[in-house]
C-alpha cells in the first residue's frame, strides 16, 4: 500500500507529497509529511490517498489555517536609536 497527501487552498487541492510505501494495509499506519512554502494568512484543505492492488480512496478532508506575516521588529523603548552608538 502506498500513500500521499494532497493540498491546496481549495478542494481541488492541486499539489501532491511524496508517495511513500505504508506496508501490506492490513493494519493501521502512522503517516507523515512534510511541507513547506505555503502562504501566510491562508486556509489550507488537506487528505491522504492510500492506494493498493484495489485501487485508490481517500481519507476525510479537514482544514487549517496559517498564520499572517510577522510584523515588524521594533525597537525596545529605551534602545538608542540604530545609527548611534550605546554610551
Partial sequence: T???FQYGTTTSYGNTTTSE???PGTSASNVSQAISGLATNAGYHFRIVASNSRGPTSGAEPHFPTPPPP??????PDAPPADRPRP
Avoid at 510584523?71 to 525596545?76: H, S
Fill in 2 to 4: 502506498t500513500a500521499y
Fill in 21 to 23: 510505501n505504508v506496508g
Fill in 71 to 76: 510584523g515588524p521588529t521594533l525597537p525596545a
